[in-house]
């Protein structure tokens, strides 16, 4: 029998009203009638002739209107400065340090305003390079929701009127004995240092404590407890041919990434005739960047990764002679014993690193490396790191201390601990024990809210300051725009408050350099000339102190009965991902568009878990669980990760703000609350429990959702032994099948004959080549591009639909289990074949990156669909776009093999619905002036920084020579940490790029179909073990 | 009735010749354009005969001796005025009933030597004037002579006559040009006359040939159907009008659409009386001394208040409209002339813009002037000439496109194009004219990014 569904009761009982209402469709009458007979409407004066007459004037008034052009205005400065020629950049050194990275930057300004970011290449520190969060710093400057005045009980206050009370308070506070505490980030400034100094002096009471969001508090300990103080030292990861690491990401975020991306990739490329490169050895519980570029990663639980380093040391002090420990097995011992076989083969040239925040497991790490003979190459303890000074215990103290009344005032400098403390409610209830409670903050966030004054700072961009990364190395940090707000340094403010005599900051900084910092050197003369030439160089630095072999005095048997034990059951990971990193630039808009570099997610963060756990445990992508540590419980989409560890949950903090501003409230969930306090030390794993909640799946915005090649060449990769073997490894001459048999895809083409050999390059041929050895996929490529060519942000709506504006992405695939040569071994068929090849690897995939922006071919198919010629073929090999011819019949992004064309769906200017950062007067301030702004119904994609192309060109015409090599880049090379791409012309025989085309690694992307791009890659070689293949 | 048709037939088929013949004519070009050449003849000879006669009258006498206005002009008006204030120098008005001609002489030759010779009147008028020197100049004695011949003249002309209202004759000449719309009026007025006329002989001669013939007067008709007969009637002149109005119509319409937002000839009201014709023309000042960013730069940039001080902190009244002008100056950059000194209240001055290239265009100053070394007046025409400026060229892509497919590519001297000069004769034959368009000029990305 049938079964039959009711619409409900009242189809059941079958009522008359019910028929009646599902017969008509209208179940309510229009009110035709009632309008046609209304008197009033049909005596009314306005006529159907009438009304078309209005219409008719309003459609010529409207056009009449439209014709007249408006009047623009020309405003040239009163006084124009002797520096500023319109439409030409001015650069300007300096440098960025947020608490979190540093990075010596150049400064582009265009009519006084910066618009990005550049790496400066005389720092021997980041020589150069940048990475997504300093390339998005620019932003941030431009930022509404940055304070304009500081504040007073929450209400707008003069600088005067702040001063006056605060000086009083803090008089008080000094008075009564009660203690003044500075608590800020990590400040590597020597004159900054200065100025708390002579703070302090004038009231006594001072406590300054160094209270960073990520803490390295247990890198400092060990190091203390190893060597008898408190310090990081400098590592130099280029000289280190084995580096072993433990869940330290030190590509992406650990304590100075860009510095040692460059020094990484240094042994990676296979350039100039260099035919070695570094071993690199992960051991990890999530996926990090670094984890992912390493030839060899093992997957441990947190848990397991501190017994790991105890039984590479037991392993490596047997042969070297250092007494042993006692220490729990681990599931990696087989390879840790294979590692320590490795290490000890390169004694003295290896590395091993830690990132964990247990300061006995930082002891043994040191021990391994002191056994090894690292001090004396790859490790330089007499060149101190000043990045990180965080200090955990005094802040767990100074909570006991302001719940015992005992701090008058506190300031909090560039940190925000009610976001970012795990126990952030007990410091809350402690903070109301405070007289006095003032902030430095730019904005009002989590915790200035609670402060009794805000003292806005600038931005660094406006700011002026020193910074000494390391002992010896110095870096000036000056203005490059006037303050758009009424805000104020906080070392200004210090002097205010303790009635320094010296009129500024800036008086007090130049004095110091040219007192203390100049007498540092012997070359120039006079103070003056130092500080411009610091200045206009941006560093200064003094000869590095040779690294000189320690006394290691670190009880390792101590260190190793106080390391985390293996745990069982499920382990939650807190950790930071490349984009935001620790939250404080959660209200940049490109960072949180910016997909991470490994899940390809933007706008949130969520619980990482393996796929096969995910299964057992019955979580599906998107399901929201609970995850509890404690006490303390975060609800949060589930992200199926690959290659994470078993019974591992990995959350990123720096997200779930709530005071930060439009695009960063509320984007996620904060994971800082899952930390844990442990020996007085930040933990950022423990064990946790997990639920599954009933609340609706939570859909995450992904820029890629496929995973694998699917058996395709498209990053082709091979070994270190087989490429020495062969230079074309991994990279066969491709071959098509045509009526006359296989053929070299050169010599098919289905346009050039020999009569027409296609179209000549007479000029300039521009390409570019990017090294896949030498890509981390850090995507400081991406940000660079948003900034220079004015990309769009879309939100996180419009990335769920594909519509994401980035010119440049980084695909990144994990290798699969399932090819197509090991299929039938399998007992798969075709279609199960491809299915089975979709899934990553189940156990331990590799991953590759590959950096795809548009591919400029020679062959263009995107070319020859365009109805309207808006895309076509420039002398110089330049695929180009005209904005303005385009109709948007994005038929030129249906035939584009490598999917690199964006459409504007939507006007994304003064767009309330996009509120990023070119709705707002200030967020268009960024803007390059020299990039048209796109609009809505047209397509867009990489143009090659064809600006800075005709920039350069120009320049060597006016010189009257021709464009030397390198000084013509794109902003995604430029930008590049590890010079993975490189820019130039094919057409100059001694260019770089065309060095590295007739490489033997190098090939074209998807090359059978014959496009005959300008782009190249390199094959990715991997430094695996002898045997194991790629 | 059978002549009545006849007669119309008649007049219809003559109507129809007429026509025909005139398209004959129409159909002889060459013989039409020679009979037109042939014509103009004597008056182009005597136009040529005239011009050159005014030439040689002009000229002659600037053979003969050097021009003392021009030379004046050229030397003298950035530091005086023939009149009685002063503006560097003191103003110069009788200045020769002052001195002799020998002092003058001395004096203008070079005024320090004869400082230093210790001239009692010339050491005066040296600290007298804050002991700013006047440069010397290499001037020979006749020109010398000639400026003070051109001083006496103006100095018993007095006040000093602007220069702007000298060229009332030129503006009468450029209308003569060109025939005027009243013209046309005229002729129309006199063909609708003359077909009234017409129409009234023939209706006149009609009747009479009825009285003769003894017809009966035939039925006028009124009002609508008097138009609805006539429209029958002409169905082929309504057609052909129609037709002729609609074509018309649209190539008005095209031009029109086509011309919006081409604002060639824009010449607003600028906030300043500013004078290129003075400053670029009577001066010579270098386009390039105020607008400096040209051959650096995207943008020629308007000069900024401090540019103009460099001059205009002597320079402190002008020929036309004395202070007013330049006062405005002043109050941007917040000059006091009396006390020569800054103060800090300075407001920008707002100058409306007059060439609008939209956005999606990208044009760089540079790259024409230092590298193409086009002439400023090719784009901005004879600005020099322009008492007020305005905007000489379209600024429309066809416009661009033309100027690159026309124009040489100025490669020799220039190292970036040795290499591809000698590949691209090599490619297109030695006699090519390498034109903008062959190294690419005419791609989108050149100026669409």
Not at chain 1, 210 to 237: Q, W
Not at chain 1, 533 to 561: H, K, M, W
Not at chain 2, 354 to 363: Q, V
Request: with cysteine.
């Amino acid at each position: 029998m049938e079964k039959k569904y009711w619409k409900g009761v009242e189809e059941l009982n079958n009522s008359p009203e019910f028929t009646r209402l599902r017969d008509n469709e209208f179940f309510e009458n229009l009110p035709i009638d009632e309008v046609l007979q209304n008197k009033a409407s049909s005596t009314s004066s306005t006529s159907r002739r009438d009304f078309l007459k209005f219409l008719g004037f309003g459609v010529a008034a409207a056009s009449l209107a439209a014709c007249e052009a408006p009047v623009k205005k020309a405003i040239p400065y009163v006084v124009k400065p002797e520096e500023i020629t319109y439409g030409v950049p001015d650069y300007y050194a300096s440098a960025f340090f947020d608490g979190n990275d540093y990075c010596s930057v150049l400064v582009k300004t265009r009519e006084g305003r910066p618009i990005k970011i550049e790496g400066n290449e005389l720092s021997s520190v980041t020589k150069g390079g940048t990475n997504a969060r300093v390339q998005a710093s620019v932003l941030s400057l431009y930022d509404s929701a940055r304070l304009t005045t500081p504040l007073s009980s929450k209400k707008k206050a003069t600088w005067s009127e702040v001063d006056a009370a605060i000086t009083s308070k803090l008089a008080q506070s000094a008075a009564s004995g009660k203690k003044i505490v500075i608590l800020s980030s990590t400040l590597p400034s020597p004159t900054t240092k200065k100025i708390i100094t002579e703070f302090s002096s004038k009231y006594p009471t001072t406590e300054h404590i160094v209270y960073d969001a990520v803490s390295y508090y247990g890198l400092l300990k060990g190091n203390e407890l190893s060597f008898g103080k408190s310090m990081i030292p400098s590592y130099r990861f280029d000289n280190a041919e084995v580096i072993v690491s433990f869940a330290a990401d030190y590509l992406a975020t650990w304590l100075s990434p860009i510095e040692f991306a460059r020094q990484y990739a240094i042994t990676r490329k296979l350039r100039d005739g260099k035919k070695n490169m570094s071993r690199h050895i992960q051991f990890e519980s999530t996926l990090s960047l670094t984890g992912s570029n390493a030839d060899n990663r093992y997957k441990l639980k947190p848990s397991q990764l501190s017994s790991a380093v105890a039984n590479l040391y037991n392993k490596i002090a047997a042969v070297t002679g250092g007494a042993s420990v006692s220490s729990s097995a681990t599931p990696q011992d087989k390879a840790i014993e294979k590692v320590a076989q490795e290490l000890l083969n390169a004694k003295g040239k290896s590395l091993v690193v830690s990132g964990s925040n247990d300061p006995n497991e930082q002891v043994l790490v040191n021990a391994i490396n002191h056994l090894l003979g690292n001090y004396n190459t790859t490790i330089n303890l007499n060149q101190e790191c000043n990045l990180r000074a965080s200090n955990d215990a005094a802040v767990i103290e100074l909570m006991s201390k302001m719940n015992a009344g005992e701090v008058g005032t506190i300031i909090f400098w560039n940190t925000n601990p009610i976001y970012s403390l795990p126990n952030s409610k007990d410091f809350q209830s402690a903070l109301a024990k405070v007289g006095t409670k003032v902030s430095f903050s730019d904005r009002e966030d989590e915790t200035a809210q609670y402060c009794d004054y805000v003292a806005p700072e600038h931005h660094y961009l406006e700011s002026w300051n020193d910074l000494e990364p390391y002992k010896g190395y110095y870096n000036l940090v000056q203005p490059t725009i006037r303050p758009l707000f009424n805000t104020r340094q906080p070392q200004e403010s210090l002097m205010k408050w303790a009635a320094m005599p010296q009129a500024d900051y800036y008086a007090y900084l130049e004095e110091n350099w040219k007192s203390n910092v100049y007498a540092l050197q012997t070359g120039i003369t006079s103070g003056h000339a130092f500080w411009t030439q610091s200045l206009r160089n941006g560093v200064f630095e003094v000869a590095v102190t040779a690294p000189s072999a320690p006394a290691f005095t670190g009880n390792v048997q101590d260190a190793a009965s106080k390391i985390t034990k293996p745990g069982t059951g499920v382990e939650l990971v807190a950790y930071e991902k490349t984009g935001i990193a620790n939250g404080a630039h959660a209200n940049n808009p490109w960072l949180q568009e910016f997909p991470d570099p490994i899940s390809k997610v933007c706008w949130d963060n969520y619980f990482a878990i393996l796929p096969s756990y995910a299964a057992k445990m019955g979580y599906k992508q998107g399901n929201v669980i609970e995850v509890k540590v404690g006490n303390t419980s975060v609800k949060g989409p589930v992200l199926l990760q690959p290659a994470m560890a078993d019974e591992t949950i990995a959350i990123a903090v720096g997200y779930g703000r709530t005071k930060v501003g439009k695009a960063g409230n509320n984007v996620g969930v904060n994971a800082y609350p899952l930390v844990t306090i442990a020996n007085a030390a930040m933990k950022y794993y423990s064990a946790a429990t997990v639920s599954k909640t009933i609340e609706d799946d939570y859909p995450l915005a992904a820029t890629q959702t496929h995973h694998t090649m699917m058996g395709r060449e498209i990053v082709k990769e091979t070994t270190l032994s087989a490429w020495l073997k062969d230079a074309k490894a991994g990279n066969p001459e491709e071959m098509i099948e045509t009526p006359y048999g296989k053929k070299k895809v050169e010599d098919v083409d289905l346009w050039a004959s020999q009569k027409n050999p296609g179209f000549d390059r007479p000029n300039h041929s521009w390409g570019l080549g990017i090294d896949l050895n030498a890509c981390i996929g850090c995507g400081a490529c991406v940000v660079a591009c948003n900034a220079e060519n004015n990309v769009a942000v879309v939100g996180k709506d419009e990335v769920m639909r594909s519509r994401e504006m980035h010119w440049i992405r980084i695909d990144r695939y994990y290798s699969s289990d399932v090819t197509k040569e090991n299929a039938s071994e399998k007992g798969l068929g075709k279609l199960d074949m491809y299915g089975e090849m979709e899934k990553p690897a189940a156990e331990n995939p590799d991953v590759v990156f590959q950096p795809v922006m548009c591919q400029h071919c020679n062959s263009a198919p995107c070319e020859t669909v365009c109805p309207v010629v808006a895309t076509t073929h420039s002398s110089e090999g330049l695929n180009m776009m005209a904005y303005n011819r385009c109709v948007g019949t994005r038929y030129c992004a249906n035939n584009c093999p490598y999917k690199v064309r964006r459409f504007n769906w939507f006007e994304y200017t003064n767009n309330d619905k996009f509120p990023y950062t070119m709705t707002d007067n200030l967020g268009k301030m960024v803007l390059n002036p020299d990039v048209v702004v796109r609009s809505r119904g047209v397509m867009e994609k990489c143009s090659m920084c064809v600006q800075r192309i005709q920039y350069g060109k120009l320049e060597a015409k006016k010189a009257g020579r021709r464009p030397l090599d390198g000084e013509i880049n794109t902003a995604c090379a430029q930008s590049c940490p590890t010079n993975a791409l490189v820019f130039g012309d094919y057409n100059d025989p001694q260019s770089e790029v065309n060095k590295l085309a007739v490489d033997g690694r190098s090939y074209h992307l998807l090359a059978e179909i014959k496009v005959k791009p300008g782009v190249f890659y390199q094959t990715k070689v991997r430094n695996k073990e002898e045997g194991k293949e790629a | 009735m059978g002549s009545r048709i006849s007669l119309c037939y008649f007049w219809r088929r003559e109507k129809r010749l007429l026509l025909s013949e005139m398209s004959k004519i129409n159909l002889i070009p060459q013989t039409s354009k020679q009979s037109n050449m042939l014509r103009y003849v004597p008056r182009y000879l005597s136009f040529t005969l005239l011009a050159f006669i005014l030439n040689v009258i002009t000229l002659s006498p600037s053979i003969a001796q050097p021009n003392g206005e021009a030379l004046f002009k050229q030397n003298c008006t950035s530091c005086h005025v023939v009149g009685d204030n002063k503006v560097v120098g003191p103003g110069l008005k009788n200045v020769h009933k002052k001195q002799s001609d020998e002092w003058l002489l001395k004096w203008i030759k070079n005024s320090q030597a004869f400082i230093k010779s210790g001239d009692p009147d010339a050491v005066k008028i040296y600290e007298e004037f804050n002991k700013i020197a006047m440069p010397a100049f290499a001037l020979k004695e006749d020109e010398i002579k000639s400026i003070i011949a051109y001083i006496k003249t103006e100095s018993d002309k007095a006040p000093v006559i602007a220069p702007g209202t000298t060229d009332a004759g030129t503006g009468a000449a450029v209308e003569s040009k060109e025939t005027s719309p009243l013209v046309y009026l005229l002729v129309l007025v006199l063909i609708i006359g003359l077909y009234a006329i017409l129409n009234r002989v023939q209706k006149g001669l009609e009747r009479v040939v009825r009285q003769r013939d003894g017809e009966a007067e035939p039925i006028v008709l009124k009002g609508k159907t008097r138009t609805k007969h006539w429209i029958r009637e002409h169905k082929k002149l309504i057609a052909i009008l129609l037709i002729v109005g609609m074509v018309y119509g649209s190539v008005k319409g095209w031009d029109a659409l086509a011309g919006i937002g081409i604002s060639q000839g824009y010449q607003p009201d600028q906030p300043i009386k500013f004078s290129h014709k003075l400053h670029a023309g009577t001066n010579k000042i270098d386009c390039r001394y105020c607008h400096s960013g040209a051959e650096k730069a995207k943008n020629a940039n308007i000069p900024s208040a401090n540019v103009c001080m460099n001059c205009h902190k002597y320079v402190q009244s002008g020929p036309k409209y004395g202070t007013e002008e330049i006062s405005k100056i002043y109050k941007a950059i917040d000059f006091d002339p009396a006390k020569g000194v800054y103060g800090t209240n300075q407001k920008p001055i707002q100058w409306i813009r007059i060439h609008n290239l939209p956005d999606l265009a990208y044009f760089n100053h540079s790259q024409h002037v230092k590298v193409g070394k086009v002439e400023c007046q090719t784009c901005h025409g004879p600005v020099q000439e322009m008492e007020q400026v305005q905007q000489f060229s379209p600024l429309t892509m066809g416009w661009c496109i033309n100027c690159h497919r026309n124009t040489e590519v100025k490669m020799e001297g220039n190292g970036y194009y040795t290499k591809l000069h000698t590949d691209l004769l090599k490619k297109y034959g030695p006699q090519a004219k390498l034109t903008v368009d062959k190294i690419g000029g005419l791609e989108c990305a050149r100026c669409h990014y």
